[in-house]
């Protein structure tokens, strides 16, 4: 297996990439493209995330449950953080992203549960809703090195996140596990309460695969690259055709895509009569079939 790309930066460059990423949690915070007017360094917890400088973990251990290439035979070394710079009505994991159940852990702390994942023999370390927490990731990367780590770092996101952050990542995380939730904004902000959802996905995935490309698989394990989500949602809300054709054009024919069927009446769904129900399978055998026609060939 080759070499993960953080152990390629150097002391001294990783360093710099830490001072510079919690610069951006300053006022107004740029850690994700919320922006909120506030300064996280001093651990104020008055933004949309309601995070302050320590990481908070809900939950860790090897996972089984991901894509075949993360999983492998040993599983994948997932750490759940709690919270998220979304706000999904139908989130199947509210109670972490929304309520933030989960508690507030230090840099060693994090470093050790890295090194304790690899421990278990989990082919890789997979943070979950990475999105608010770059600095802390980073900072705990430094000790994780020094104590041994030696596996691949994966960033498993909503696909709301930060070029700035993002840029500062670059060489750090071999693979990068994306959603593409919407194609059409008014969905977004009726169902995430975010704004400009669209373009700021697309250009966070755009700076992602510039920086891993296509999904690389040895031995039956990821190694470096793209794994691309989208959850198909009932009558068409989710826009799939739109961002299969996008993810064919801008990105490559040739990104590993997972169609997701598996969308549910969650939270505050019923709220909401079109999402009170399961999509179909025409309606999820329509999605593949718009994969298919876009142009992509390569499917979980």
């Not at 990481?55 to 090897?62: L, N, Q």
């Not at 989990?122 to 600095?135: A, E, K, R, T």
Request: some cysteine.
């Amino acid at each position: 297996m080759p070499r993960p790309a953080y152990l390629e930066l150097g002391r001294e460059e990783l360093q710099r990439r830490i001072d510079r990423a919690w610069q951006l949690m300053r006022s107004p915070c740029r850690a994700c493209p919320r922006g909120c007017k506030v300064d996280r360094v001093e651990d104020d917890r008055r933004g949309f995330c309601r995070v302050g400088a320590k990481a908070v973990v809900s939950s860790f251990g090897p996972h089984f449950g991901e894509e075949p290439p993360l999983v492998g035979w040993s599983g994948s070394g997932t750490i759940f953080f709690a919270s998220c710079n979304l706000a999904c009505v139908y989130c199947q994991n509210w109670q972490i992203s929304q309520a933030r159940e989960g508690e507030e852990a230090t840099t060693e702390q994090l470093a050790q549960t890295m090194l304790w994942l690899q421990g278990r023999g989990c082919h890789n370390i997979n943070f979950v809703s990475p999105s608010i927490y770059g600095p802390q990731i980073l900072s705990a990367l430094l000790p994780a090195i020094d104590g041994g780590l030696r596996v691949p770092l994966v960033y498993n996101t909503s696909g709301y996140d930060s070029l700035d952050m993002l840029r500062l990542l670059d060489g750090v995380f071999d693979i990068y596990m994306p959603d593409i939730k919407y194609s059409d904004d008014r969905m977004a902000g009726r169902y995430s309460l975010v704004k400009g959802y669209v373009d700021t996905a697309r250009a966070a995935l755009r700076e992602m695969h510039r920086q891993v490309g296509d999904l690389v698989v040895e031995d039956g394990v990821a190694v470096r690259g793209m794994i691309i989500r989208h959850l198909v949602l009932p009558d068409g809300i989710a826009g799939t055709p739109e961002s299969m054709r996008f993810i064919a054009e801008e990105l490559s024919p040739d990104s590993y895509v997972n169609v997701m069927e598996q969308y549910r009446p969650d939270h505050k769904a019923s709220r909401f009569p079109e999402l009170t129900r399961r999509i179909t399978s025409s309606e999820y055998g329509e999605a593949v079939r718009e994969a298919t026609r876009a142009g992509l060939r390569r499917f979980a």
